[in-house]
């Protein structure tokens, strides 16, 4: 194993994608040759604050609340709860929200919005509808709609990501909600807004054209060609309303969908001019893509970042069939693991328990690789989204007496409070295993910010080894920082879950601080650990 001095780093990263392997799905390869550390060998990471990928939108760290199960009703939303405000909103979830700082939050579907009708959730409550949601076969009574939610998130600090009906709904309805929302006065839509009792429209920027469209489960499926049609409509009418949107358009569910990128490229070949994003989804399991592999598990965050190179491509390619100047960003907004709760009790009612996912540490650990693959890939995705929020898949779980955090909110939380500023360009050498279906994957996952103002960064470091703590050198290029403080999350056991009778199984601990001699800083990852810490300039 040669040795890269810091010297040579610099000269290294001169040459065209060399210093690119900490931000591919495949190793790194330098002057075409793979570049593992031997297995004995520790980790080393090459940094130098001068050398970023982008600027992290705070965006990148959203979340999603749909009308499913208990997220809204029982979750956020809860009249009858003492722990609630005079508006139903409870407090205590709102609390939690606020301290994460949550910067987006996608609503209100999902496949939930493909059926819905946005006028039954508006205006006086006593006159709103109880309808049969198809998407989820629930009932849904329509207390907590548009309006509610804006309040909501208002109080919250963050902003909306509308998901509008292109479903059953028409490229009209799209635009008469964004009149409702944004137009200030003197019109029909903006009218009926303030006779509800909302003077000041909300400036809601985002929106989100449809969901899964490709999918056959989606009410209102439809061809690409079919929907990219649509969208264009849609589009064009809402920019009408409002010049100054932000549009997402629907790409495909997932890689495993048999129309996976050829969808996407349809669709913008129809709307490319009209919209300023594609979406992308993925959940992640134990079972199908990994055969309860949990050393896969923890590594498919890499699969995740070639699913963002393949779709940045396909939208470059239309791109450049079309001769546009314009350049696409990604909107990752639904995310996370998923594979338990795939169903629940059957009930047709209003907040049925379905899809209460129970995360252990393994699953942590792999949400944590996320936020590092978001971090890396932040020249091209502009927003994400956790999904869901509270109750369903989610970070939160509440009952009548209060919440707990699973083990899957101290990842997400560090990537909101502690990845701020530009994504740094680290080279990392590390020793590897091989994955069946990844390839050569390191044990070690560096991914990091710097703030260029205030010279404060922060490392996110996962331990994919299961067995064995592993070294870690980093190489600061110039004036090294100073670490401040380091935080781990690790546990004996991968299946450790949390729970309202024992909610700190699973939590973060303060670690030792690392160490800095000879022009280096040393530190002892755990083995499954997922470990952050934080520097300021010397």
């Excluded at 994957?441 to 910010?449: E, L, S």
């Amino acid at each position: 194993m040669p040795h890269v001095s810091r010297r040579d780093f610099l000269q290294l990263s001169s040459g065209a994608g060399i210093l690119a392997g900490t931000h591919l799905a495949s190793p790194t390869h330098l002057f075409g040759k793979l570049l593992p550390a031997p297995d004995n060998q520790p980790t080393k990471v090459y940094a130098d604050t001068r050398r970023t990928i982008a600027p992290v939108q705070r965006e990148v760290f959203g979340s999603f609340l749909e009308h499913l199960g208990r997220c809204i009703y029982d979750g956020i939303y809860d009249p009858q709860s003492k722990l609630s405000d005079a508006n139903g909103f409870r407090k205590d979830v709102m609390d939690e929200i606020r301290k994460l700082a949550v910067p987006i939050i996608r609503y209100p579907g999902g496949n939930f919005v493909s059926g819905y009708d946005w006028l039954d959730g508006i205006g006086p409550k006593q006159n709103r509808p109880t309808v049969l949601d198809k998407a989820w076969n629930s009932l849904d009574s329509n207390q907590f709609g548009t309006d509610e939610f804006m309040a909501w998130c208002k109080l919250v600090g963050t902003q909306p990501l509308m998901g509008l009906n292109l479903g059953t709904g028409t490229p009209e309805q799209a635009a008469a909600l964004v009149e409702y929302c944004n137009q200030a006065q003197g019109t029909r839509w903006s009218e009926l807004r303030r006779k509800n009792g909302i003077a000041d429209p909300y400036n809601v920027k985002h929106w989100c054209l449809g969901n899964e469209m490709d999918g056959p489960w989606q009410i209102g499926h439809m061809t690409a060609t079919e929907y990219g049609l649509k969208a264009q409509d849609a589009a064009r009418q809402m920019h009408y309303v409002d010049p100054s949107l932000k549009l997402i358009a629907c790409g495909s569910s997932g890689p495993g969908m048999p129309t996976y990128l050829e969808w996407d490229r349809e669709v913008l070949e129809q709307c490319y001019d009209y919209v300023d994003a594609i979406s992308l989804h993925r959940y992640f399991n134990n079972t199908d893509e990994t055969n309860h592999d949990s050393s896969k598990f923890v590594a498919l965050n890499l699969s995740m970042e070639r699913q963002i190179e393949e779709v940045a491509a396909v939208c470059d390619m239309v791109r450049g069939h079309k001769r546009s100047k314009k350049t696409l960003w990604l909107s990752f907004d639904e995310w996370n693991v998923w594979y338990r709760e795939r169903g629940g009790d059957g009930k047709r009612q209003p907040a049925p328990h379905l899809l209460e996912e129970i995360y252990n540490l393994e699953d942590a650990l792999l949400v944590g690789g996320i936020i590092n693959t978001l971090i890396r890939k932040s020249d091209r995705v502009k927003v994400a989204c956790l999904a869901q929020l509270v109750n369903v898949i989610a970070p939160i779980m509440t009952n009548s007496t209060g919440l707990f955090r699973q083990t899957i909110y101290y990842p997400y939380s560090w990537g909101l409070a502690f990845a701020r500023g530009s994504a740094l360009d680290l080279f990392v050498e590390s020793p590897t295993f091989d994955t069946p279906g990844l390839g050569t994957v390191r044990y070690v996952d560096v991914a990091g910010t710097i703030q260029p103002d205030t010279g404060r960064s922060a490392l996110f470091l996962l331990n994919r080894d299961l067995q064995n703590s592993r070294s870690v050198e980093i190489l600061w290029e110039g004036s090294a920082p100073r670490a401040t403080e380091s935080t781990v999350l690790t546990g004996s056991d991968l299946k450790a879950v949390n729970s309202f009778e024992a909610p700190n199984r699973v939590a973060p601990q303060k670690a030792d601080k690392p160490v800095a001699s000879a022009g280096k800083t040393t530190l002892e990852l755990p083995p499954r650990s997922y470990t952050v810490v934080q520097w300021s300039a010397q």
